[in-house]
C-alpha cells in the first residue's frame, strides 16, 4: 500500500487555531517508492470530534473522491465553520495506478472570530490618555525624526483582572490585541514565546489579534497581567496611545461556556518599564517592580479603573509571530576606557542582550548598540542615525538580577557596557536573535568558501529585516517596510524561507494603504506617508502576489488583489506621457559610489516597471479568467514597450551625453529591456554584446548597477550564456562587489556597495542586494521553475571550473526538490530529488560525443544517441552542448563519463 499523506497543513499553518476565514484550505505533500508518480484523487474528511475522525466520519465535510492532480490549496466547502471552534482533518490519496491510501494522521485547525459580532470585549486604555492635553503629562519626548517631528512616547501600561472557575475546562482560547505592542500573563507566566506583539499594521485600517490556547494555564483563582508598549503607536505616525483588547473563552465539560473579557472593570497602573520605543531603547526601574502583580489576591487598591476607548478594526493574525530563534555568545570583551566595557558578538543582527547583574540597588547599567566600532575600541554608532538605540536598568539590589527588554530592538554586532558595579564577564551578556519567524525550507552549499559566506551573509541578513514586516534595515531611526527592498529580494526570499504568510499580510497591508487615485507608498504600512510611490517600489503590489501564485500556487492571492493591482496600474497610466512614465524618485538605487544612479535614468526605471506591470496583470488576468483584461492588458503592454525603445534605443539603451567625462553606457539600462525581452529582436546581439563587452572592458567584471539592475543582472546574463561572467562578477573581493563587503568584515550585506563608517545612508545590514542569492539556486544548483506551483521545474547546474561541488534543497509547496552537483576523477556526478507530482526537464552537460550517461547502474547514453528506452526517463533532445532528459518524481543520479 502506498504511503498516506504527510505534512498536512491548513492555509499553509501546521495545526492553526487562529483561521478567521469562511472557507480554509488545505494542502499536503505525498511520497511514493515508484518514479514519475502523480496524484490521481484525493478523499478529505473534516470532523467536529477527534473520536469522529478517528473513526473516519466526516461530520463536518467529506469531500468524496475527487478526481484530481491538486494537492495545494484545496478549498474547503463544508458546512459553515462556527467561531472559535476546534475541527479535525484527514486525507488519503489515489497513486496514478488507482491504489489507495490509509487516511493521514488526523490534524486539526481551529478558527478565531469568523464573524466579528463574536467580539464581547472592549477596548481599555488609560483614562488620561483621553485628552490630548492631559496626556502630554504622561509622554516624554524621546527624540527628533529629522524634520517629521519629535517623537512623543508614554511609558508602560499595566493592566490587570481577576476571576475564578470552579467547573471542569474543556478548552480555553484568548484573543489578545494590544497596540502598539503587548506582552501577555496568566497566572504570573507569561504566555506563549511571542515578541513584539501584534504584527505591524496601518492601526487605522485594521489591527492583528493572536491566539493562546491557555487551556492548560487556568487554575481555580487566576490573573491576567497585560503590559503595554508605545511600538508604532505613537502620535508621529498618526495614532493616540496604546490600547487593549482581550477576551477568554472559557468551554466547559458539561456544556457551558464563559467569557472573560476587557471592560472598565479591570486596573491599570504604572510599572517598572518606563521609556520603551523601538528606535530609543527602555528603561526599566526594578525598584518599582510590583511582586505578584499578575497573580491571584495582589492588592491593587491603589490602582485606577480602566477606561473604554475607541478601538480598531480586526483581524486574526495568521502569520508567523517573533520569536527568538538563536542566542548568540559574545567572542570578545574589552575595555577602550575606565568603567567602559565593550563587547563584540562577531555577527551582525536583530534583538537585543539579557543582562545578568550583581549591585547595589539605584545602581543604572546603561547598554548602547552599534553595527561598527573605532579603531580606539569605542563603538561606532554613525549609521544608526537619530536612535540613541540605549537601553538602561536601575538595580533593585536583590542579589543576582536579570534583565531583557520588552518593547524594543537593536540592529547591532557591538554592546557598550556602562555603569556596571564591579567587572563584567563575557557571561554578562547574552545575544539574543529574534525575528519573524518564517520557516527555513532552503538550503545551498558549495565548494567555493565566498559564495557561502555571501550566502550566510544574505540569511542573517533577510532574517534581520523581517519584523513583521519586510523592512530596510534593523539599526537606525527608520525601520520601514519599504516595497522597493521588499519586491526586489521576493524570490531569494521564498527560496530560503516559507514566506506565504509574511508576504499574505503584506499585501493586506498594500492594498489598505492605497488611495483612491490608485497610488501607493513607498513606505508600507505608511507610518511615513510617501505617496506616490516610486513606479520601482509600488511595483511591489503585483510583483509579490505574482510569486506568490508562481510559487504556492496562490490563485486566491491573485483574486483578492486584482482589483487592487488594476487600480494602482490604471494610476500608472493616468500619469504616463506618451506611454511613458518620467516620474520618479529613486530609480537604480545605491550603484557603486552613489546613492542615485548618475547613468540610468529615472524616466527609464520608471517607464520599465510601467511595462513590467502591465505585462505581469496582463498574465494575471488570464491566470482568474479576466480575458477582456488580459487582452487590453497586452496591447498596453506592446504600446509601451514601442514608446519605451524609440525613446531610450539608440544602438543600445543609452544616455544622450553631453560631456566626454565618461563614455561607459549604463549596465541597468540595458538589463532591464533584455530581462522581459522588450529588445527588438534585431537589435538583442548588439544590446547583449555591448553589456558584456562593458562588464570585461569598462568594469573588469565588477558591477555597475543599482538595486533594480542587481536584482536582474543574474538572469539576463546567465540565460543568454554568460553565466561564466556572472560567475566571475560574484568572486570579486575588490571594489564593489559581495566579496569586497566580506573581505572588510561584513556579517551581513550592506546598503551601499562601498564601505562607510561616517553618518549618512549607510547601513550595514540591508537585505536589497541579496538578490544574488537566487542566482545559486536558479543556476549554480540549477533549479529553476517552469510552472506555478513547481508542477514543471528545469534543472540545468551550471558548473564552473573553479568549483569541485554544489548543492541546494528547497522545500516547496509539492514537497523536496533538489539538485547537486560534485566532480569525480574524470567524471560528474548529478543528483536529483524531483517530489511527487511534478516533472523536470533535466540539461546534462556533455564535452563531446564521447560521453557516457550513466543514471544508477543503466547506461542510458553513449555515441552521441539515447541507448535506453524506460518510462522514467524520456529523451527530449540535444542543446546547448548538453542533452536534455524529461523526469517525474523520484531520486535520480546521473553519472557524466569521460572518455
Known amino acids: 500500500m502506498i504511503k498516506p499523506p504527510y505534512d498536512l497543513r491548513c492555509e499553509y499553518l501546521f495545526n492553526p487555531i487562529c483561521i478567521d476565514i469562511r472557507k480554509p484550505r488545505f494542502s499536503w505533500l505525498l511520497t511514493h517508492e515508484e518514479r514519475n508518480q502523480t496524484q490521481s484523487a484525493y478523499h478529505i474528511i473534516v470532523s467536529s470530534d477527534k473520536n469522529l475522525s478517528k473513526s473516519e466520519n466526516g461530520d463536518v465535510w467529506e469531500s468524496g473522491k475527487v478526481i484530481s492532480e491538486n494537492n495545494v490549496n484545496i478549498t474547503y466547502e463544508g458546512n459553515p465553520l462556527e467561531s472559535d471552534k476546534s475541527y479535525f482533518w484527514r486525507v488519503k490519496w489515489w497513486d496514478k495506478k488507482g491504489e489507495e491510501s490509509e487516511y493521514s494522521q488526523i490534524n486539526h485547525f481551529g478558527t478565531a472570530f469568523i464573524d466579528e459580532s463574536y467580539w464581547k470585549a472592549k477596548w481599555i486604555s488609560r483614562s488620561e490618555f483621553i485628552d490630548k492635553k492631559m496626556r502630554r503629562q504622561f509622554q516624554y519626548k524621546s527624540g527628533k525624526r529629522g524634520l517629521i517631528g519629535r517623537l512623543r512616547e508614554v511609558h508602560a501600561v499595566y493592566l490587570r483582572k481577576e476571576f475564578s472557575i470552579s467547573k471542569e475546562i474543556e478548552y480555553a482560547k484568548a484573543y489578545v490585541c494590544g497596540v502598539g505592542y503587548y506582552e501577555f500573563k496568566l497566572n504570573g507566566k507569561k504566555v506563549g514565546d511571542r515578541i513584539l506583539e501584534p504584527a505591524q499594521t496601518d492601526y487605522n485600517k485594521i489591527a492583528l489579534y493572536s491566539t493562546y490556547d491557555i487551556t492548560d494555564c487556568l487554575k481555580k483563582s487566576n490573573a491576567i497581567g497585560v503590559i503595554l508598549g508605545n511600538g508604532r503607536c505613537i502620535e508621529l505616525f498618526g495614532y493616540d496611545y496604546p490600547k487593549l483588547i482581550l477576551q477568554i473563552n472559557i468551554h466547559y465539560k458539561d456544556g457551558m461556556n464563559e467569557v472573560i473579557c476587557t471592560d ?166 547574552e545575544g539574543l536573535f529574534f525575528h519573524s519567524n518564517v520557516p527555513k525550507v532552503g538550503n545551498f552549499f558549495c565548494s567555493n568558501n565566498l559564495i557561502n559566506q555571501i550566502h550566510t551573509n544574505i540569511i542573517w541578513g533577510q532574517l534581520s529585516n523581517l519584523m513583521s514586516i519586510p523592512t530596510d534595515c534593523p539599526q537606525r531611526d527608520e525601520r520601514h517596510g519599504w516595497m522597493g527592498d521588499a519586491q526586489l529580494t521576493v524570490e531569494e526570499a521564498i527560496f530560503n524561507f516559507n514566506m506565504v504568510k509574511f508576504y499574505a499580510k503584506y499585501l493586506r497591508d498594500i492594498k489598505l494603504c492605497q488611495r483612491e487615485d490608485g497610488s501607493l507608498s513607498d513606505v508600507v504600512p505608511p507610518y511615513w506617508s510617501f505617496y506616490p510611490a516610486d513606479p520601482a517600489w509600488g511595483t511591489a503590489y503585483v510583483t509579490i502576489a505574482w510569486y506568490l501564485f508562481w510559487y504556492y500556487g496562490d490563485i486566491r492571492i491573485l483574486e483578492e488583489h486584482y482589483e487592487g493591482m488594476k487600480k494602482y496600474v490604471e494610476y500608472l497610466t493616468s500619469i504616463a506621457k506618451e506611454s511613458l512614465i518620467y516620474f520618479g524618485k529613486y530609480g537604480d538605487w545605491c550603484p557603486p559610489s552613489n546613492i542615485v544612479s548618475r547613468k540610468t535614468p529615472i524616466e527609464l526605471t520608471s517607464s520599465w516597471y510601467y511595462y513590467h506591470d502591465v505585462h505581469f496583470l496582463a498574465k494575471i488576468a488570464h491566470v482568474i479568467g479576466k480575458q477582456e483584461d488580459h487582452e487590453y492588458l497586452l496591447n498596453k503592454a506592446k504600446e509601451i514597450k514601442e514608446s519605451f525603445n524609440t525613446k531610450f534605443l539608440t544602438g543600445v539603451y543609452d544616455v544622450v551625453k553631453h560631456s566626454p567625462t565618461d563614455r561607459t553606457i549604463s549596465q541597468t539600462s540595458n538589463i532591464l529591456p533584455l530581462y522581459l525581452d522588450m529588445v527588438p529582436q534585431g537589435k538583442k546581439k548588439k544590446v547583449l554584446s555591448t553589456l558584456v563587452n562593458t562588464i570585461k572592458e569598462d568594469y573588469s567584471y565588477h558591477f555597475d548597477t543599482g538595486i533594480i539592475g542587481t536584482r536582474y543582472i543574474f538572469d539576463v546574463l546567465s540565460e543568454n550564456g554568460y553565466p561564466d561572467v556572472i560567475y566571475k562578477m560574484v568572486n570579486q573581493k575588490s571594489f564593489p562587489g559581495y566579496g569586497y563587503m566580506i573581505q572588510e568584515g561584513a556579517t551581513t550585506l550592506w546598503e551601499r556597495w562601498e564601505k562607510l563608517e561616517a553618518g549618512g545612508m549607510n547601513s550595514h545590514n540591508h537585505i536589497m542586494l541579496g538578490t544574488v542569492d537566487t542566482w545559486f539556486y536558479n543556476t549554480l544548483a540549477g ?15 551550471f558548473i564552473p571550473t573553479t568549483m569541485n561541488y554544489a548543492s541546494a534543497t528547497i522545500k516547496t509547496i509539492k514537497g523536496f526538490i533538489s539538485s547537486s552537483w560534485e566532480k569525480l576523477e574524470c567524471d560528474l556526478k548529478l543528483t536529483i530529488k524531483i517530489p511527487v507530482g511534478c516533472n523536470a526537464e533535466v540539461w546534462i552537460p556533455i564535452e563531446d560525443e564521447s560521453c557516457v550517461i550513466m543514471e544508477g547502474d543503466v547506461a542510458i547514453w553513449s555515441n552521441n544517441e539515447n541507448i535506453k528506452q524506460s518510462d522514467d526517463i524520456e529523451f527530449s533532445k540535444i542543446d546547448d552542448n548538453h542533452v536534455i532528459f524529461n523526469i517525474g518524481s523520484g531520486f535520480y543520479q546521473f553519472i557524466i563519463q569521460h572518455k
Do not use: C
Request: aromatic share 14%; no cysteine.
Open 264 to 429: 472598565n472593570s479591570w486596573k491599570i497602573s504604572n510599572g517598572p518599564i518606563q521609556e520603551n520605543g523601538i528606535y530609543y531603547g527602555e528603561i526599566y526601574d526594578a525598584r518599582l517592580e510590583m511582586p505578584g502583580w499578575d497573580e491571584p489576591n495582589f492588592d491593587d487598591a491603589n490602582w485606577r479603573e480602566a477606561i473604554i476607548v475607541e478601538g480598531y478594526n480586526l483581524a486574526s493574525q495568521m502569520m508567523q509571530p517573533i520569536q527568538i530563534t538563536k542566542s548568540l555568545k559574545p567572542i570578545e570583551l574589552s575595555s577602550p576606557k575606565p568603567g567602559t566595557y565593550v563587547y563584540d558578538f562577531g555577527q551582525n543582527f536583530t534583538g537585543y542582550v539579557k543582562l545578568k547583574v550583581f549591585g547595589p540597588r539605584g545602581s543604572e547599567v546603561k547598554l548602547r548598540f552599534s553595527e561598527l566600532i573605532y579603531e580606539d575600541g569605542n563603538i561606532n554608532t554613525a549609521t544608526i542615525g537619530g536612535a540613541p538605540t540605549t537601553d538602561t536598568y536601575i538595580l533593585k539590589g536583590e542579589g543576582i538580577e536579570s534583565f531583557e527588554p520588552h518593547f524594543t530592538y537593536h540592529g547591532f554586532r557591538f554592546v557598550e557596557l556602562t555603569g556596571f558595579p564591579g567587572v563584567p564577564s563575557l557571561n554578562t551578556l
Open 783 to 797: 533549479i529553476k521553475s517552469l510552472e506555478p506551483s513547481w508542477k514543471l521545474l528545469k534543472i540545468k547546474p
